[in-house]
């Protein structure tokens, strides 16, 4: 839940290896921040990413992610907000180069 100053304590971070999303999440207030959820393909790449800049206060909770499997978006996103409420989604993911 946003705190009383409007600063984000939980965010969702889909496309986590995006260099657009992380460029997102460096721009957010992170005095508050108390968990980070990073979907990805490869979750563990991004925690290691994001340990580097962010607090360490700040739990980092890898999320696999595959944009490309949209059958799973519903249940990525049940599973997201059945851990708690979150304060920012942002959506970093994408496919490139997929023929029609």
Do not use: W
């Amino acid at each position: 839940m946003l705190n009383g100053f409007q600063n984000p304590q939980t965010v969702a971070l889909l496309g986590a290896t995006s260099e657009i999303g992380e460029s997102i999440l460096r721009h957010l207030p992170l005095e508050n921040m108390a968990t980070c959820y990073l979907a990805a393909r490869d979750p563990q790449k991004a925690v290691e990413a994001f340990q580097e800049f962010l607090p360490a206060r700040i739990q980092l909770l890898p999320v696999n992610f595959q944009a490309e499997q949209t059958e799973t978006h519903r249940e990525l996103v049940d599973q997201l907000f059945a851990l708690g409420d979150l304060d920012i989604a942002i959506i970093a993911a994408g496919t490139l180069g997929l023929d029609p």
